[in-house]
């Protein structure tokens, strides 16, 4: 019988080539980096969503902003994120806010300032990666 279609002739590759799917096959593993939104939602010079590299000092930054800039409550899946309402509270209560970190954000280590000035509370919130995390 005459050959028809190409597909009709064998290649020479077609007997070469052969494949063993019972031997162990190697484990390739390859670091996936997932890029965060920004926490201010802008754009870059090229018209896309600005974004932030996962495992950065800029990315464990903006996640202890979040937590300390979220009220308790807001969050109804997390509750017990955030902090409590300062509105009438006095003093703030550092060692919330460090708790708050430390549970949320493992990757901070952070240090807390609190001043009060002309009926003003003022926090600030110094932030370093912790020892041993991949930054």
Not at 71 to 89: A, K, N, Y
Not at 104 to 118: D, M, W
Not at 124 to 133: F, K, L, M, N, R
Request: proline fraction near 10%; glycine fraction near 4%; charge should be negative.
């Amino acid at each position: 019988m005459p050959l028809t279609s190409y597909y009709d002739n064998p290649v020479a590759y077609d007997n070469q080539l052969t494949y063993d799917n019972t031997a162990p096959q190697p484990i390739v593993v390859v670091p996936v980096v997932i890029p965060h939104l920004s926490n201010v939602l802008s754009l870059s010079p090229d018209g896309s969503f600005a974004f932030i590299q996962q495992d950065t000092t800029d990315d464990i930054t903006q996640c202890v902003e979040l937590i300390s800039s979220t009220p308790m409550g807001q969050r109804t899946m997390v509750p017990s994120l955030g902090v409590p309402d300062p509105t009438f509270q006095y003093p703030v209560d550092k060692n919330q806010i460090l708790q708050n970190i430390a549970t949320f954000e493992p990757r901070a280590s952070a240090s807390v300032t609190i001043s009060y000035i002309e009926g003003q509370t003022n926090v600030q919130i110094a932030v370093a990666p912790v020892q041993g995390t991949s930054v």
